[in-house]
């Protein structure tokens, strides 16, 4: 890998090799950058930070970002002492031949579509696969335009050589099979065989976008699962909870052992009820898969939202999100008239998007943020990369269609809750980007963005920092933050030996599962934030209207954390607020819930130092994978 270029010559990169960026968290954010960013280079080490931002804005100028020299090292200066990041997906393929291979899909992490043809659910199977997340649409508008199925149709897995289809040992393949199977069912209607005697098996490395194989088991269970429901319909249309049941299992074969991260958010009509029960744990007999998905409603307003709908929020269930559509098709920035045809979200809900399209991402880090003309620094620099990654080849028609016409991007800001006497900044910096992205579009022959900037829920990327995550408060002080692994990666034992508890993942039987860990890290929150227990629901909904207004003109991811005697004041502010307030928000119950193995647990002072204590200093390897866990932050994308 080459690191070393004109525009970041030797004796400029030569004064960060033995510097030590702030990590946030004690340590913890150098653990999560050097297990999920740091590549393995050519003599088999590991990158050093100073390398890793190298090496991406070497591969950000040769795709077209256009730095200047001034800027490229400017640039580096700020990402290397965490004041700005590129996104995760940015960090880690960034400079890599991944790029040349894949283009925009090897650097953007979410998509969305709408759910209106068999390609649809071949579009989620593939950016999954990709290590993506994906957002789909089951609307009844969307879901009538599927074809009738056919009857009769039987698809058979045979152990030989002499089916009618042999499933390649590739994404590619995987996806054939599938286009296939609803092909037939959909079509056709031909019956067929399918063997798998070519799909490498179980816990093999992926090269590429990393991770490990599956085996084939978890790719026959899916198409048996996904047949059952198509056969239960036959020669009828599917509904929409069939169509979310067939999303949710593509998402359960993806992430299979733990092994690759799978984010999905389904978004139906407020008033299918059996989309709004269908995460009604408490009424039994629900699929296991609908626990791959979260879920929200397309609300466009108050009135819309329904008993059944609040029934969720009193512990009967899982709470189901809001999408307020025509605010977000007709408002950027609260008070700004604009023009978007965006029908779907994101799994974390901080993006809007027209089907096919996908997010493009980076971050702020305000709480490390020193003056306005810094903030704007930051804005430009990651606007000219992200610009850059829109105008790059897509592997779908569909997409390059949508990105190239929208240049959608999403300059994020973290940390919000840490920076409150920062926000002031904000207006004027917006004013700034707009202005620039007029004229750098001009220049490069781009259409303007359709947006501009939002807040993420920036789970991965605000734990090397030390932020708080997107627009949420702090969890604690002192507080113990759980990540799961699988069980035969490395880290694990380097962790176990360094002092940090681990124990097998604990099934909601009692059970253990033992293909998976959960590794705690004692945790410190430095300096003056705002306290989720100490932030009323109210006032967080109130943060996010300031930041729609301020910053975001896509959208704010928020999961707000709520307790049950908030409700009335919660239902008394979304009747006021929802319809010209927010375009997306979701709710979660308080942490004082008890569970086993949260991902937050506050902890004592205390016990935080006795835990700290007992650390030793631990030498991360890289194995290209994501921590499982820390990727998004607050329910808004799953925590698995």
């Not at 990709?130 to 009857?151: A, M, N, Q, T």
């Not at 974390?348 to 997010?359: G, N, P, Q, R």
């Not at 959208?555 to 709520?562: G, L």
């Not at 979304?574 to 008890?594: A, I, P, Q, R």
Request: with cysteine; aromatic share 10%; net charge negative.
């Amino acid at each position: 890998m080459q690191y070393v270029s004109d525009i970041l010559p030797n004796d400029f990169l030569s004064q960060y090799k033995t510097k030590k960026p702030n990590w946030g968290y004690n340590g913890l954010g150098e653990i999560v950058y050097k297990r999920t960013y740091s590549r393995v280079k050519d003599d088999g080490t590991n990158e050093e930070w100073w390398e890793t931002i190298a090496r991406c804005i070497n591969g950000a100028q040769k795709i077209g970002a256009d730095y200047t020299t001034k800027e490229a090292q400017r640039l580096y200066d700020l990402v290397f002492n965490l004041k700005c990041n590129f996104a995760g997906r940015m960090l880690w393929q960034l400079g890599t031949s991944t790029v040349d291979r894949f283009g925009g899909n090897s650097l953007l992490n979410c998509w969305g579509v709408c759910v209106r043809d068999i390609d649809d659910f071949c579009f989620i199977f593939e950016n999954l696969m990709l290590g993506g997340g994906v957002g789909f649409s089951i609307r009844r508008e969307d879901v009538h335009e599927l074809p009738k199925s056919k009857e009769g149709v039987v698809v058979t897995h045979k152990k030989t050589n002499d089916a009618d289809f042999i499933v390649p040992d590739t994404r590619e393949g995987w996806v054939k099979l599938l286009k296939k199977v609803l092909k037939s069912f959909f079509y056709t209607g031909e019956s067929f065989s399918y063997s798998t005697i070519l799909v490498r098996s179980s816990g093999e490395p992926i090269a590429g976008f990393g991770g490990k194989a599956s085996g084939p088991g978890i790719l026959i269970e899916g198409i048996d699962k996904i047949s059952t429901i198509i056969r239960a319909r036959e020669g009828k249309k599917l509904r929409s909870i069939d169509v979310l049941d067939i999303g949710n299992i593509i998402g359960s074969v993806v992430v299979a052992g733990n092994v690759r991260r799978s984010a999905e958010i389904a978004v139906g009509d407020p008033d299918d009820y059996l989309f709004l029960r269908a995460k009604r744990w408490d009424l039994g007999n629900i699929p296991n898969w609908r626990a791959m998905s979260n879920n929200t409603i397309y609300a466009d307003s108050y009135d819309h939202i329904s008993d059944v709908v609040w029934k969720g929020y009193d512990g009967s269930g899982e709470p189901y999100g809001f999408f307020n559509l025509p605010l977000a098709q007709k408002v950027g920035r609260l008070g700004e008239k604009s023009k978007d045809k965006c029908e779907i979200i994101n799994p974390c809900a901080e993006i809007l998007l027209e089907s096919y399209e996908c997010c493009n991402l980076s971050e702020i880090y305000l709480n490390n943020i020193d003056s306005k003309s810094e903030l704007k620094e930051c804005a430009k620099l990651l606007y000219k990369t992200q610009k850059a990654i829109c105008a790059l080849p897509f592997i779908h028609e569909k997409t390059n269609e949508v990105v190239h016409r929208n240049m959608r991007i999403g300059v994020g800001i973290t940390g919000v809750c840490q920076s409150l006497d920062k926000l002031s900044w904000l207006d004027e910096c917006y004013a700034y980007l707009k202005d620039f992205d007029v004229k750098w579009s001009e220049r490069k022959g781009y259409p303007t963005s359709i947006r501009l900037t939002t807040i993420k829920p920036s789970g991965t990327l605000s734990l090397l920092s030390g932020s708080t995550p997107g627009v949420h408060p702090a969890y604690a002080n002192y507080f113990i933050r759980r990540v799961r692994m699988s069980s035969d990666d490395a880290l694990v034992d380097t962790c176990r030996d360094a002092g940090y508890p681990v124990e097998y993942v604990k099934r909601f039987d009692g059970t253990e599962d033992h293909s998976t860990v959960v590794v705690e890290f004692p945790c410190h929150i430095n300096g003056d934030t705002i306290l989720a227990k100490d932030m009323t629901a109210v006032r967080q909904l109130e943060l996010v209207k300031e930041m729609q207004t301020k910053w975001s003109d896509n959208s704010v991811s928020v999961t707000v954390y709520y307790r049950l005697e908030e409700l009335d004041e919660i239902k008394e502010w979304m009747k006021e607020n929802y319809e010209n307030s927010l375009k997306t928000v979701s709710f979660l119950l308080h942490s004082d819930h008890g569970f086993d193995q949260a991902p937050y647990e506050e902890i004592s002072q205390e016990e935080y130092e006795k835990r700290a204590a007992r650390l030793k200093e631990i030498e991360v390897v890289s194995t290209g994978g994501i921590l499982e866990g820390v990727e998004c932050e607050g329910g808004a994308c799953p925590v698995r």
